[in-house]
């Protein structure tokens, strides 16, 4: 019994500390301010898309650390690195240092704490990975959905730069204080009829080894680019296409954000994780496809389509933990979804820039849209081959 009462103990400190490092999604309630306070043009969205490609980088090195040790001091680490980012974000005025302190060390920070977090939660709960990384992620999906209302008026009366030092001591500090909760977990039971292999599963390097891998990571970057494109442009997004408050919207789309991570978790445990991610695509194209006519069909439209995105996005997240488990192992799962991972770092450069060069194009995102549609198709037709190539070798 006492086991279980720490488990639930361990996923409740990795949930608040996603929360923490989830303040990275509002990014694009930062951009503005910083925008107007140094100057600086659309360019910094780099800032952005750096700080999440780090996230892949980050849990690759300390995933070893985590598999073996458990997440405590890593997660600790991690605590320091984004809050000291967020900090001296709060005190710079060079671009470029802007791309160092956000892009960087946040960025590191971010994905130290967000993978330590993940593979420790799904350790403890290996027979609710789905959920479990469902309920884990929707803490980073929802750090944006607890923290505007806190962060708006902030920015309105103390500025950016104050508001970024404040945050960055603030939550720099409960991410540490959450980091001594993350204990590590016991080694996996495994059943007499468990597949050859199962208790240990496979090291990264096997797993790159083979085509699976390889169409899953494709997949996922294919999922990951367009919820990257939304949530760095989505205050824009808002504001061109006339669809009411950007920090309403983006607090809606928080919720859906983390509604999804919940929710398809759980769905992924009844009907499995590769049909439930089919469905994702499916509705993430419908999303796409309704932002894109919002202006032929109406505002509450375009809201819809936001918010149709964003609760896939959110599932998507919420899947791969487990699929990467399910399909190498829980010994080296830190490890091995990092690598899994570095699709969505190439999501978070790809998906941003794409809505960012089309806007300046042809000053709109009407084109990132479509394309961002296709690749939910593509994704969906990838991910219906893969289960049937699956089968047949079942």
Request: hydrophobic letters at 55%; proline letters at 3%.
């Amino acid at each position: 019994m006492e086991k279980q009462r720490n488990r639930w103990l361990i996923l409740a400190a990795a949930i608040i500390t996603n929360i923490s490092l989830g303040a990275g999604y509002m990014w694009s309630l930062f951009a503005g301010p910083l925008k107007a306070a140094h100057g600086w043009g659309d360019s910094i969205s780099w800032a952005y898309s750096l700080a999440f490609a780090m996230v892949p980088v980050a849990m690759i090195i300390f995933g070893p650390v985590v598999d073996k040790n458990g997440g405590k001091k890593v997660t600790l680490l991690a605590g320091l690195l984004f809050g000291a980012g967020m900090l001296l974000t709060g005190f710079i005025t060079s671009e470029v240092l802007l791309y160092v302190t956000y892009g960087l060390i946040t960025g590191f920070g971010i994905g130290t704490g967000y993978g330590a977090a993940t593979a420790t939660t799904v350790k403890w709960f290996p027979d609710k990975k789905g959920l479990a990384g469902g309920l884990t992620a929707a803490g980073f999906g929802s750090g944006a959905l607890i923290l505007t209302p806190i962060v708006q008026p902030m920015i309105d009366n103390l500025g950016i730069s104050r508001t970024f030092q404040i945050m960055g001591i603030a939550l720099g500090l409960l991410v540490i204080a959450c980091s001594f909760l993350l204990e590590k977990a016991p080694a996996p039971k495994v059943a007499a009829n468990a597949p050859a292999g199962s208790a240990d599963g496979k090291n990264y390097k096997e797993m790159m080894k083979e085509g699976k891998f390889w169409l899953l990571w494709t997949i996922y970057a294919l999922a990951a680019t367009g919820g990257m494109m939304l949530i760095g442009h989505a205050a824009g997004i808002v504001n061109d296409y006339n669809l009411g408050n950007a920090a309403t919207v983006i607090m809606l789309a928080a919720v859906a954000n983390t509604a999804g991570r919940v929710f398809w978790g759980f769905v992924s445990d009844k009907i499995g994780r590769y049909l439930t991610v089919v469905v994702m695509f499916v509705v993430s194209g419908a999303g796409l496809l309704l932002l894109n006519f919002n202006q032929t069909l109406g505002a509450t439209a375009g809201v819809i389509g936001i918010l149709l995105i964003y609760l896939s996005f959110g599932g998507f997240l919420g899947a791969f933990p487990g699929i990467t488990a399910e399909n190498w192992g829980v010994k080296n799962a830190s490890t091995n979804y990092g690598w899994m991972f570095t699709a969505y770092g190439i999501a978070a450069i790809v998906g941003p820039q794409l809505g960012s060069i089309f806007k300046g194009m042809q000053g709109n995102f009407g084109m990132a849209f479509i394309i961002s549609t296709v690749m939910s198709v593509v994704g969906a037709i990838l991910m219906l081959t893969f289960m049937n190539s699956s089968k047949k070798k079942a």
